[in-house]
């Protein structure tokens, strides 16, 4: 079974829902229709991979637990001829969801629990066509820059500070906090002696390091308080979103690792790919520590900056856990004896 919606006034964006439940089909084009989106709706997941491989689609909702084969298959047979579509996975209880690992193998940019609402469904399918939007901008710098080579690095910096005012305009915070992670970052990179390159790497990945963010509903980006565990793991798809707006520009190589794996703890316990050690890339291991002690001593909506010597002691505490030791020590270090380069970038960003 197939059937599209196609109202005037649409969403320039097309979506493909596939569940081999045909009233789920039915019920999401007739909640999509009214909210202004295009839906192409498929009851056979055989079919839908035909689909997808023969025309263009921007998003696809998928059911999880179909037959003839379920929708982890799905994915894997698209992922072999598209790495673009933008999927996101919906169960009927979030215990049936696959495991963590195949989501992060197959490139799964989410998922979601089946309701009657679909209010949650919603916020999610907006902030995703939020994120295929700027995919679509950067992909449109990309075939701009190849075709002006000798314009590269000034259409390199002016489509960062496009994005990341993108990013800014959501979340106040995220201004100041980008800079400031940039150049702490540098900060410490310099410190280790690394190259103009790798700081140049470091000041962009750091400014950068939260664009994933754009794909977050407000709702849970703007929350003043703590967070349930639902919108946190949404707030952990950051990383994931973010590689995923900057995999289609090769100019942005570079920077990706910062962007992707800055939440990975030295013992393995970070997300997303749990990585351990000096397997995290060094940028990224960098990047950790300025974005933790930029995160603790920034001031919130929901608290007041936490005073200095209890940040100092946290980093000691999570040196060898959640940091790298030797990265660790060297801004200890800083934090005794350069504090003055600390308080110099906290004044230029406050």
């Known amino acids: 079974m197939r059937h599209s919606e196609n109202p005037e006034n649409v969403s320039p964006y097309k979506i493909i829902a596939v569940d081999d439940e045909g009233g789920i089909i039915d019920s999401l084009s007739v909640f999509l229709k009214r909210s202004g989106y295009h839906l192409?709706?498929?009851t056979n997941p055989l079919e839908a991979i035909e689909l997808v491989r023969n025309e263009h689609f921007d998003l696809m909702l998928l059911d999880f637990i179909m037959t003839p084969i379920h929708g982890d298959k799905v994915v894997e047979e698209i992922r072999k001829f598209n790495q673009e579509l933008y999927i996101l996975l919906l169960t009927g209880h979030k215990d049936l969801a696959p495991p963590l690992e195949t989501i992060k193998r197959l490139s799964i940019q989410g998922y979601c629990e089946k309701s009657d609402k679909f209010d949650q469904l919603l916020l999610l399918i907006e902030s995703a066509l939020?994120?295929?939007e700027q995919m679509n901008i950067i992909k449109k710098i990309n075939i701009e820059l190849k075709e002006s080579q000798e314009n590269l690095e000034k259409a390199y910096l002016e489509s960062i500070q496009t994005l990341r005012y993108t990013v800014e305009a959501k979340d106040r915070y995220t201004r100041g906090h980008?800079?400031?992670v940039a150049e702490?970052?540098?900060?410490i990179g310099k410190h280790m002696g690394l190259s103009e390159e790798e700081l140049k790497?470091?000041?962009i990945g750091g400014l950068f390091h939260d664009i994933g963010k754009i794909g977050i509903p407000d709702a849970i980006l703007l929350k003043e308080g703590k967070l349930d565990d639902n919108e946190y793991s949404e707030i952990k798809n950051h990383p994931s979103i973010g590689k995923h707006i900057l995999s289609n520009a090769s100019i942005f190589s570079n920077i990706i690792p910062i962007v992707y794996h800055h939440h990975e703890k030295y013992n393995g316990t970070g997300y997303p790919e749990q990585l351990a050690g000096e397997n995290i890339p060094l940028l990224a291991r960098i990047t950790a520590v300025a974005?933790?002690?930029?995160?603790?001593?920034?001031?919130?909506s929901y608290r007041n900056a936490i005073p200095l010597e209890y940040v100092r002691a946290e980093i000691e505490k999570c040196s060898g856990t959640q940091?790298?030791?030797?990265?660790?020590?060297?801004f200890l270090d800083i934090l005794d004896n350069h504090y003055d380069e600390i308080l110099k970038i906290q004044n230029k960003y406050t």
């Open 201 to 203: 790497t470091l000041r």
């Open 184 to 187: 702490y970052s540098v900060l």
């Open 130 to 132: 939020k994120s295929i």
């Open 178 to 180: 980008s800079d400031r």
């Open 323 to 330: 940091f790298d030791p030797k990265i660790a020590n060297i």
């Open 40 to 42: 192409t709706g498929c």
């Open 291 to 300: 974005d933790t002690f930029d995160a603790m001593t920034s001031k919130r």
